[in-house]
């Protein structure tokens, strides 16, 4: 009777509990936010997203450097960064933790930014230079509709924090993290669908020659070590036990 007395007086880990992994496997409890980038699977999210700028990086510095060059450096540096920015508020426990994590959040975020729209840039330059035909590919297709979304989800994540009176108040804009919140793990599915359709270009098969497997593995461990950290609970319509 005792034992059940204590079992029930414990409080439930139901809302702790990561979509993948075991339980307490993204707590951050009392740790300072810096061990974030690493806690639980965040250490697999991490070598996914380093094995995928070394896929990149390499193929690209392994030939001779043109303005093109700039493009996919650019933006899977910009994919790194965003993978950062996810893991550094994944979980938080405190007020000091979530104000100290919103902040690193939108640095890491606003450098992601700044690389995703100059590798943009860079391509839509090269493009109008050479006289190329615009978002025909699948991979420029991805690109356009990623870009979109980036950009919405720079404002809306901007605004609804440090301007929530553009939302009716304070609650009318905490109501809408968990769209953000939503928002920013498919914006991050499709830039990594968008660098494994980047495999399939003229570019890539004639000079690059990064190989379609190897990014799609890098991928899925991104995937793997960022959803094994999700939360039920921070989204009130998949709340559950």
């Not at 809302?15 to 980038?37: C, K, M, S, W």
């Not at 990594?192 to 461990?221: D, R």
Request: aromatic share 10%; with cysteine.
């Amino acid at each position: 009777m005792a034992e059940a007395e204590q079992q029930r007086q414990q409080p439930s880990t139901g809302e702790e509990e990561p979509l993948l992994g075991g339980v307490g496997d993204a707590t951050q409890q009392q740790r300072p936010i810096y061990h974030n980038f690493v806690l639980g699977t965040g250490v697999v999210a991490q070598a996914g997203a380093w094995i995928l700028a070394a896929i990149v990086w390499g193929s690209v510095f392994s030939h001779d450097l043109i303005l093109f060059s700039v493009h996919p450096l650019l933006n899977s540096a910009a994919v790194l960064f965003f993978v950062q920015g996810i893991l550094i508020l994944q979980p938080t426990h405190t007020a000091a933790q979530k104000k100290q994590g919103t902040y690193t959040h939108a640095a890491l975020n606003d450098v992601a930014v700044l690389a995703a729209v100059a590798g943009l840039v860079v391509i839509e330059y090269n493009k109008i230079d050479h006289g190329g035909t615009h978002f025909e590919s699948p991979h420029a297709i991805l690109g356009l509709v990623t870009y979109i979304l980036i950009a919405l989800q720079a404002i809306v994540g901007i605004t609804q924090y440090f301007t929530p009176g553009l939302y009716g108040g304070v609650d009318n804009a905490k109501a809408l993290y968990k769209y953000h919140r939503v928002g920013g793990y498919i914006t991050l599915l499709l830039m990594l669908a968008t660098v494994c359709a980047a495999t399939q270009t003229t570019f890539n098969t004639n000079v690059l020659q990064m190989q379609l497997w190897a990014v799609v593995v890098a991928s899925v461990i991104i995937v793997v070590g960022v959803g094994a950290r999700i939360k039920r609970s921070k989204f009130g319509w998949m709340a559950g036990k």
